[in-house]
């Protein structure tokens, strides 16, 4: 079964930098909208950002102007350019996109298995 991989989440002292990535481990007929969620320790998991297939963007506002979605759809992958980051900040992200796995399946959401975000001095 085709899981989605995130990668690039780490340790950074605030005001730092990070880039997250969401690839597939395998084929998927087709995606749409793709976003980013996270979930801090005692805390609901929020949508960070998200993505349509044709491109426009939505921010949760924390994220405005820190954080830039974008996606490479050759590729099938989401990317998350966090800039500017807040101890606040710290949290598992996972990232979340809306696909039909093969061309007989409907559309579905499926997450990733999330990646840790500490932002810390």
């Known amino acids: 079964q085709v899981q989605l991989v995130e990668s690039g989440g780490g340790l950074v002292q605030p005001g730092g930098s990070l880039r997250l990535s969401c690839a597939p481990s395998?084929?998927?007929?087709?995606?749409?909208?793709m976003a980013w969620y996270r979930q801090a320790p005692g805390k609901e998991r929020e949508l960070v950002a998200s993505i349509t297939s044709t491109g426009r963007t939505n921010y949760e506002d924390s994220a405005k102007g820190r954080f830039t979605i974008s996606r490479d759809n050759a590729k099938n992958t989401v990317y998350l350019q966090m800039n500017s980051l807040k101890p606040e900040d710290t949290a598992v992200y996972y990232c979340?996109?809306?696909?039909?796995?093969?061309?007989?399946?409907?559309?579905?959401?499926?997450w990733g298995q999330g990646t840790q975000v500490t932002v810390s001095s």
């Open positions: 395998g084929s998927i007929f087709r995606i749409s909208d």
């Open positions: 979340n996109v809306l696909a039909r796995m093969n061309y007989g399946s409907d559309y579905s959401y499926y």
